[in-house]
């Protein structure tokens, strides 16, 4: 089993669009949540992190299922500059160090006009 | 804003050469990383330092790698002997916590392209 795993996409999706990504983790030792974006042959950056409590930044909301290993991003409104592959990551700690960030494969998302 | 850099951007080198990728992560920053992303593949962590010395490695973080930071700003990876499955996009990482909100800012990265 894939360490995180992502709905393979491609997503394309009208402007204005709602698109939602799904993400499942298998390490349950995994500490902390992030989405990532990552533009073509760029880096990625960090787009938020996720909470227990589900949190939001404007279009995008994420939410945290520990039980279920589970994680979701949902961006509503979508634009123009949402194309992108969007990166489920976890985190596992190491011996207070630092961290391991652990990627998922993405998600691509067009949006067309 | 703050910002990891990293050079070159782009990388050619004959197989079995040496090559030295470098980094200069953000300034208060204590954490520093290599991950790699082979091209249509997922970005895969190589290495974490923190205080002068490795904390973890993986599996691809072979004897032909090493890291080193030497001195108060620059943060290098070395592959002693590149082989071709080497070629990829290598990016440098760097955080300045070490608890559950140890957000990673990443550098542009090196393409190292291995003929």
């Known amino acids: 089993r894939k360490e995180v795993e992502q709905d393979p996409g491609p997503f394309n999706v009208p402007e204005g669009a709602t698109v939602a990504f799904n993400c499942t983790y298998s390490?349950?030792?995994?500490?902390?949540f992030f989405w990532y974006r990552q533009d073509c042959r760029k880096e990625p950056k960090l787009l938020m992190s996720?909470?227990?409590s589900g949190n939001e930044d404007g279009r995008f909301t994420a939410q945290l299922n520990r039980a279920s290993q589970y994680i979701s991003l949902l961006i509503r409104d979508s634009k123009l500059s949402d194309s992108a592959t969007y990166l489920c990551?976890?985190?596992?700690?190491?011996?207070?160090?630092?961290?391991?960030?652990?990627f998922g494969q993405g998600t691509e998302l067009s949006v067309k006009p | 804003e703050p910002e990891v850099t990293q050079t070159p951007s782009h990388q050619v080198t004959q197989m079995g050469q040496e090559v030295i990728l470098r980094c200069v992560p953000i300034?208060?920053?204590?954490?520093f990383y290599w991950y790699r992303q082979i091209l249509g593949q997922k970005v895969e962590f190589l290495v974490s330092?923190?205080?002068?010395?490795?904390?973890?490695k993986s599996e691809i973080f072979d004897d032909q790698f090493s890291v080193e930071r030497p001195d108060g700003s620059n943060f290098t990876l070395k592959i002693r002997s590149t082989k071709l499955e080497d070629s990829a996009m290598y990016f440098c990482?760097?955080?300045?916590?070490?608890?559950?909100?140890?957000?990673?800012?990443f550098g542009p990265g090196t393409r190292l392209t291995v003929l």
């Open positions: 300034s208060n920053h204590l954490y």
């Open positions: 990551v976890v985190n596992i700690m190491i011996y207070n160090q630092g961290g391991k960030l652990i």
């Open positions: 390490n349950s030792a995994s500490q902390s």
């Open positions: 990482a760097s955080s300045t916590l070490a608890g559950p909100n140890n957000e990673q800012f």
């Open positions: 330092f923190y205080n002068n010395e490795i904390s973890e």
């Open positions: 996720v909470y227990s």
